[in-house]
């Protein structure tokens, strides 16, 4: 823990153990050793067991239960069981390859789109199976919309970029509906001030940081329940992580968050819990205090403190 | 420590063998490079020194008298039956009055073009007061008149070796002393369909072949080409068909042409029973030709679209054809067209399928329409180049520039399409 709030502030990397060791070439041995320590773990894999802490929470709304997906025959969640209730920011956390992102994916059924990802097992949000023939993954989406690791504003202007949402499933009745959409959205994601007289400029033309916040305005914009963030820090600096984080509080009081991130000072800043993975397996949830304080987990506990990287 | 110094030598010492090796490689590059634009200098350099001369055409100029005895003998005017070589024959024989016996009038009247009585009718018809009158018009030599007149005859050759004899020579002298004769634009190898007679011969029939054949191709093939690679790229199921279509697809941009053209013959002409050496089935073979080529274009350009736009728009609940209609399309169509216009200056410049329809037949008229026979400029340059008169010789490079400036013009607007649309973001 003491190791994690002095190590840098780049959020692209996890704090390395390598740091202090005497080399010439630093970042290859560190590269070897985590592969080293990876492999000493995937045999402790085996004995895992059960998920650690509690997957359960009050009032779930977003509900997973024993989801497997698999990528041709790469097994690569095996048997998630996860509850998300409405108003929470929950982290997903884990060495790189664990399945984060995949899970994250199941939630909206990004995955549909990779021809050879298989999911089974239910997820359910509302109460509704969202899996099922009846449940259309356009309808799911406008639902539980999602940010993505690198920005990718559309090659349209900011305004377009953040009206496109609302254009496609009609949420506006007129212009002036829309205007104001627009407007709330960006106002939401913080970036009003610095766009306001700039609306028809490509969006890429903006920062990153800027561009990620447009990113989020864009989805807020749909009015989502549930909002999936991956990694949505990893490209940015440490101030334009900050107004990201800043914006995830605010955002938490009317949408459930679930962000990927590889930087415990983030998760430990913006999550009510934390989940981690390791090798597709969910190893253990619980409040991010507890986590971070106590894991009760050998796997999380080398996880954070740095020794799995 | 010391193994660092180890490398620091060891990259120093190959260091010169790299130099070494990278400089052989730019002085390779450049020998090619420099090898094919003097190849291509030397191209165009001959084309243009053939060719240029053919965009000129000596006239000559006669005070032809429009005698009402000739055109109106009854008091009406008889356009069909109006003797108009023989005005110009008589207008001839005024200037050279002492030119007497059979023989040599007729070697004087040879050295004006058959065109000239044509022009003649064209002209009274067009204004029939000119009845009566007696005009001053310049008339198309001869071809013979202007091969030597453009310094292809050598007039110190034996008389019997060269198509003009000194006879004629000497007239075309005191024509040209006179300032009656020269050479002006060659306005006729644009307005005219092909002839038999090289100074009336023009592309304009060729032309006109070759863009409404164009046009059922892009008509045609663009829309199915990106419907098919549209189709093929973002909603086709990935399985055992879909990739026997890919490799098929592929495997067809690379058939040889005629193919294409005896398939037109077989299902086109003898099947579906389309008029033969009409620019309709010319255009259906071409749009087969390329197809392909538009279909390859057209996915790399979706395939190049960065997947990360998908993933916004399906994020935001777009579906699959919202997607692809609001994001992929938009960014791919710079390359679709591209492709294209790539596939079009493929199409404008083949020949051999055509010969297989039927567009090899010597057309006069300059097609009205789809279905008229009609040639294409490839082609056109073909019957040229096949013809035995020096004269056609030069109007083959005349309208091989021509061609040639239609395939930069459509490769130019490709370049020119993908800046502009590239640029916008
Ligand atoms: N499109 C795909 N096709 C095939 N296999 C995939 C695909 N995406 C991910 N995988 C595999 O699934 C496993 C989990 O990948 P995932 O991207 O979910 O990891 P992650 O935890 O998000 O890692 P990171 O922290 O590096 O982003 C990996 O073994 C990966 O190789
Ligand atoms: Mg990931």
Redesign the interface.
């Known amino acids: 823990m003491a190791r994690m709030t002095e190590s840098n502030s780049s959020d692209e990397q996890p704090p390395s153990m390598e740091l202090d060791a005497e080399t010439?070439v630093p970042t290859e041995a560190a590269v070897a050793a985590n592969g080293a320590q990876l492999a000493l773990a995937e045999e402790q894999i085996v004995d895992i067991g059960e998920t650690v802490g509690n997957v359960r929470c009050e009032d779930p709304y977003v509900v997973a239960e024993n989801v497997n997906v698999f990528y041709g025959d790469n097994h690569a969640i095996k048997d998630v069981t996860l509850e998300i209730s409405k108003k929470e920011v929950i982290a997903l956390i884990g060495p790189s390859g664990c399945g984060k992102s995949t899970f994250l994916r199941c939630l909206?059924r990004?995955n549909d789109?990779i021809?050879t990802a298989r999911v089974s097992g239910d997820i359910s949000l509302g109460g509704q199976d969202i899996y099922s023939k009846e449940f259309d993954p356009?309808?799911?989406?406008?639902r539980v919309?999602?940010v993505?690791q690198?920005p990718?504003?559309?090659?349209k202007s900011i305004y377009d970029n953040v009206a496109?949402?609302p254009r496609?499933?009609g949420l506006a009745n007129d212009r002036a509906e829309l205007d104001e959409i627009v407007h709330n959205s960006l106002e939401r994601a913080g970036l009003l001030k610095e766009v306001k007289d700039r609306m028809d400029e490509?969006g890429?033309g903006l920062s990153g940081g800027q561009q990620q916040r447009l990113?989020i305005a864009?989805?807020i914009a749909?009015n989502p329940e549930v909002i999936l963030m991956d990694e949505p820090c990893s490209a940015l600096d440490p101030i334009a992580t900050a107004r990201i984080e800043d914006l995830m509080d605010e955002l938490s009081e009317d949408y459930a968050i679930v962000i990927v991130t590889h930087s415990m000072q983030q998760a430990a800043r913006v999550s009510g819990r934390v989940a981690y993975f390791h090798l597709g397996l969910l190893v253990e949830v619980d409040e991010t205090d507890k986590i971070f304080t106590n894991p009760q987990h050998k796997l999380t506990e080398d996880y954070i403190t740095g020794r799995i990287g | 420590m010391n193994e660092?110094r180890n490398t620091l030598q060891k990259v120093e010492a190959g260091l010169p063998g790299r130099r070494r090796r990278e400089t052989m490689f730019k002085l390779a590059g450049l020998l090619a490079t420099t090898v094919g634009i003097v190849f291509l200098g030397v191209f165009f350099a001959d084309l243009i020194a053939k060719g240029s001369s053919a965009f000129v055409q000596t006239q000559v100029r006669l005070d032809v008298e429009f005698d009402a005895q000739v055109i109106a003998p009854g008091g009406e005017m008889d356009i069909a039956y109006a003797d108009f070589d023989g005005l110009v024959r008589a207008s001839l024989r005024g200037v050279f009055p002492d030119v007497s016996g059979r023989n040599e009038r007729r070697e004087l009247y040879r050295l004006v073009s058959v065109g000239a009585g044509y022009q003649l009718r064209d002209m009274i018809v067009a204004d029939p007061n000119l009845l009566g009158t007696t005009q001053a018009i310049w008339v198309p030599a001869a071809s013979t008149v202007d091969m030597y007149v453009k310094g292809n005859i050598d007039a110190s050759l034996d008389e019997s070796l060269r198509p003009l004899s000194d006879a004629q020579i000497a007239w075309v002298d005191a024509l040209r002393a006179a300032g009656n004769l020269q050479t002006q634009f060659n306005s006729a190898l644009f307005s005219n369909g092909d002839s038999r007679d090289p100074e009336l011969a023009g592309i304009r029939g060729a032309l006109m072949g070759s863009f409404y054949m164009l046009i059922v191709t892009v008509m045609l093939a663009f829309p199915i080409g990106v419907a098919a690679a549209i189709y093929l790229e973002e909603f086709a199921p990935?399985n055992r068909w879909s990739d026997l279509i890919e490799v098929n697809i592929n495997n067809l941009a690379a058939v040889p042409s005629i193919v294409f053209g005896l398939l037109g013959l077989a299902v086109f002409i003898n099947w579906v029973a389309l008029p033969r050496s009409a620019p309709l089935v010319g255009g259906l073979v071409l749009s087969l030709l390329t197809l392909p080529v538009i279909i390859i274009a057209s996915r790399a350009a979706i395939k190049a679209v960065?997947p990360?736009?998908?993933?916004?728009?399906?994020?935001?609940?777009?579906?699959q054809m919202?997607v692809v209609f609001?994001?992929v399309l938009p960014?791919a169509l710079p390359g679709m067209l591209t492709g294209t216009i790539i596939g079009m200056s493929r199409a404008l410049g083949e020949s051999a399928p055509l010969l297989m329809i039927g567009m090899v037949a010597f057309i006069v008229d300059v097609p009205g329409g789809f279905s008229d026979p009609a040639t294409a400029l490839p082609v056109q340059i073909y019957l040229w180049a096949d013809s035995p008169e020096r004269a056609f010789a030069e109007r083959t490079s005349a309208a091989i520039i021509v061609l040639l400036g239609f395939l930069l013009v459509m490769n130019l607007a490709a370049v020119i399409i993908r800046k502009r649309m590239e640029r916008?973001?």
């Open positions: 010439e909206n990004m789109s021809e356009v309808a799911l989406r406008a919309g999602m993505f690198k990718n504003p559309f090659p496109y949402g496609i499933h490509p890429t990113c864009r989805t749909v | 660092s990935r960065p990360s736009i998908r993933e916004a728009a399906l994020g935001l609940g777009a579906s919202q609001h994001h960014l916008k973001w």
